[in-house]
């Protein structure tokens, strides 16, 4: 199975992260900030979409723990998705993010909820693609791949995805 965290692409040099903005999705889901968050953080397991979205595939689990963000297989296996340094609960988070890479190669995420009048948005801004091995490849990968994961944690929060 292909990495699907592996955003370059063959062995063409990657395009300079010139002028390369974040990428920023949202999402709102029904219920208080404080479920919102626990959905997103405790819960990442049950709506993350392992199948199209991970190191190890579908079977393999994902969670926050302590200051990581952790993929575990079936078979013992694990990988670090990102550190997290900045963890302000039920309100934000931020991670240095490098799925299926390493710590040399991260971004950055920051993922903020605020009560709003349907329950809570939820707002990931992903940026620093300097930081990645190919910029423009793995800022198109997760340009395509956000909105799918928020449809997934919306429908797990019992919201309507789009």
């Not at 926050?64 to 694990?78: H, Q």
Request: one cysteine or more.
């Amino acid at each position: 199975m292909e990495n699907l965290f592996s955003h370059a692409a063959g062995n063409e040099a990657p395009e300079p992260a010139v002028n390369l903005g974040p990428v920023i999705c949202s999402a709102v889901v029904p219920g208080p900030v404080s479920r919102a968050f626990m959905g997103f953080t405790d819960h990442t397991h049950l709506w993350w979409p392992m199948d199209t979205n991970s190191v190890y595939g579908p079977g393999s689990y994902v969670e926050f723990e302590e200051n990581l963000v952790l993929e575990s297989a079936e078979d013992g296996r694990s990988t670090v998705w990102g550190t997290i340094d900045d963890w302000q609960p039920p309100l934000s988070f931020h991670a240095s993010w490098y799925p299926g890479s390493t710590a040399l190669w991260s971004t950055e995420l920051r993922v903020v909820f605020r009560g709003v009048e349907e329950g809570t948005e939820l707002r990931i801004v992903h940026d620093g693609w300097e930081g990645a091995e190919d910029p423009a490849g793995t800022r198109a990968a997760w340009e395509k791949d956000w909105p799918e994961v928020l449809n997934r944690y919306v429908r797990f929060m019992g919201g309507a995805a789009e």
